[in-house]
């Protein structure tokens, strides 16, 4: 099985969607399955066997409109959805790949450990675009969040030979996230994450020194959701 077609079944049945079950473990379309006939709209089911088929093949541009068919009538399935950022990355259409990836992270945010399996991957994404937009801010917020979630990955999987320092990964994660409060002085993210990074560290005074400057600054700030509930209850 092509690697393109594994990530999308294994997204799709990582949210029990059963949708692509005739497809055959080679990957393409089987001559039985129901093809959509011209003027009539595929259901969702055609549009994943039809995007499979067309990775498979190797060609992204038509697997395009039938993901985008897919995570419209299933708007939940984040997985998929930051695999469609991928595909939109490989087609070349960063600013639609940006608000793909942006769309994964709120809403992965709500829907547990297995729907934010992709969340670093969405960060460094974030900021690969940022730097290639020439915006300093969101470069060094996303990689700054990213460095953070990385440590916090690693300590949590225990001590390993090559994992890197989580110790280490803070910090080079609290430069990125300084340099990001210096562009965007008016933002709060970067005060907020530096608030987890110190704590992470123990070091409860330069925390507690974010935590209030994150909390003058966000209600002007375009916190997401999630971050601003934990941010109110933050002690």
């Keep these: 099985m092509g690697r393109r077609v594994g990530w999308l079944l294994a997204a799709c049945f990582c949210f029990g969607c059963t949708a692509l079950e005739a497809l055959p473990e080679d990957g393409k379309a089987s001559s039985t399955a ?13 549009s994943l066997r039809q995007a499979a088929a067309c990775l498979e093949s190797g060609d992204d541009a ?11 009538e299933h708007p939940d399935h984040v997985v998929v ?7 939109l990355l490989r087609l070349h259409k960063q600013n639609e790949a940006q608000k793909e990836f942006e769309r994964y992270l709120s809403d992965a945010a709500t829907q547990g450990e297995a729907a934010c ?9 974030l900021a690969e675009i940022a730097r290639d937009h020439g915006n300093g801010y969101e470069e060094r917020l996303h ?3 990213g460095l953070y979630l990385l440590a916090r990955q ?21 430069k990125q996230l300084e340099q990001a409060a210096k562009e965007g002085p008016q933002e709060a993210r970067p005060h907020w994450y530096l608030y987890l990074a110190w704590s992470q560290l123990g070091q409860m005074h330069p925390a507690h020194t974010n ?3 994150a909390r003058k ?8 959701l999630n971050e601003f509930a934990a941010l109110q209850a933050a002690r």
Excluded: N
């Design 217 to 224: 600054l966000a209600e002007q700030s375009d916190l997401p």
């Design 143 to 145: 990689r700054g969040i």
């Design 81 to 87: 959805r930051a695999h469609l950022g991928e595909l």
């Design 34 to 46: 129901p093809i959509a006939k011209p003027g009539v709209a595929a259901t969702t089911e055609e």
């Design 211 to 213: 935590l209030e400057q």
């Design 154 to 174: 690693v300590a949590g999987a225990g001590e390993k030979e090559d994992e890197p320092d989580p110790e280490s990964l803070l910090f080079k994660a609290i």
């Design 62 to 72: 038509g697997a395009l409109p039938h993901l985008q068919a897919y995570l419209a």
């Design 117 to 125: 399996r992709h969340v670093i991957h969405s960060h460094t994404r």
